[in-house]
């Protein structure tokens, strides 16, 4: 509990007036013996009652992700580690799960490939005049930082 409890600290800490103020509201709504604390219980309760997909920044530790929402221009979907493995989900058929951990080295490993993309373009720059050359360079370091 006491990572949890950093991690809100420091994620409060960044909020803005009005998230500040949701923040807040959302505290007092889960703290129901209104002694200003969230217990365990309460804690559970509250996970138990929500969708967890829907409460961005409060998962801690490990948890999955759904690659298509990760690297998709919506929202993502994350689930904790205990929903995942009972598939106690509502969410696309095709989804693609991976942990925190390893969406990180999946997203290093994209970001990698498109460096590298990135300066075979400026090569082709630098010793080529032909424009077809140079789109087409582009265009392929682009496709590479596609995950599926």
Known sequence: MEEIREAALAYYAKF???????????????????????SLHEYAE??????IAEIPGLLSGLYFSCTQCFYGSGETFELCSTCYRNKDMDHHKDAVFLDNYALLRNKKQNME???????????AVTSSSNLLDL?????????SCIIM
Do not use: C, H, R, Y
């Not at 007036?17 to 013996?33: H, N, P, R, T, Y």
């Not at 789109?135 to 392929?140: A, F, G, I, N, P």
């Open 113 to 123: 490939k498109a460096m590298l993309g990135i300066k075979a373009a400026l090569d």
């Open 46 to 51: 509250f996970f138990k009652k929500s969708n």
């Open 135 to 143: 789109t087409s360079t582009v265009v392929d370091a682009a496709s």
């Open 16 to 38: 803005t007036d009005e998230q500040k103020q949701s923040a807040i509201i959302a505290f007092e709504a889960i703290d129901k013996s209104q002694n200003g604390k969230i």
